[in-house]
């Protein structure tokens, strides 16, 4: 298993991983996600925050991150934070507990990064979620009603998130 940079090479497995992931969405009846813009993947790639495990040569799973997310963290975004998004899963590698891989990647990133605590938000009040989020290691922080969604991805508007996090300092 390897965990590296997504690169401009990736673009169409990352559509493709998101496109999988939203036909899973369907199938639990929950929030979609939308189609999202080929520009925020390219940007993402170009800042070094598109990321990916490699399993034999093979993408099994990609997410992105930002140092920021006011408008979902609100104040909290003034905490130093690394802020995990759109986690999406090669079906092939389903069951592989690599979330929780992601989350011990992200732990020596955030400190690499001066930061104390990793964050990540799911649209809606999906309970099997929560507890999958919860067993990886985040304290689920509650539910919030977004209220300044210009910008975000639609799935976001007019929204309740769900909002995780790990505190660092709680780690020692």
Same mark, same amino acid.
């Given at each position: 298993?390897?965990? !590296? ?16 992931? !939203?036909?899973?969405?369907? !199938? ?31 993408? *099994?799973?990609? +997410? ?8 979902? +963290? ?6 130093? *934070? ?6 999406? !899963? ?14 011990? +990647? ?52 007019? *929204? ?10 709680? *780690?020692?």
């Amino acid at each position: 298993m390897i965990i !590296t940079n997504s690169n401009a090479e990736d673009i169409g497995e990352i559509f493709s991983l998101y496109r999988v992931a !939203t036909d899973f969405q369907k !199938t639990k009846n929950i929030v979609l996600w939308p189609e999202f813009k080929q520009s925020l993947i390219e940007t993402e790639i170009a800042e070094n925050r598109q990321w990916k495990i490699l399993i034999d040569n093979e993408i *099994a799973c990609i +997410w992105a991150v930002a140092f920021s997310d006011p408008q979902i +963290w609100g104040e909290q975004n003034a905490d130093p *934070a690394v802020y995990i998004h759109r986690i999406a !899963t090669n079906p092939k590698f389903r069951g592989q507990n690599l979330v929780a891989e992601i989350v011990e +990647w992200a732990k020596k990133y955030a400190v690499d990064n001066q930061k104390q605590f990793i964050r990540m938000d799911t649209v809606g009040e999906n309970k099997s979620l929560i507890s999958y989020y919860i067993k990886c290691g985040f304290d689920f922080i509650g539910l919030v009603k977004l209220i300044d969604t210009d910008g975000l991805p639609e799935h976001y508007h007019n *929204a309740e998130v769900s909002l995780f996090e790990i505190n660092l300092s709680d *780690a020692d």
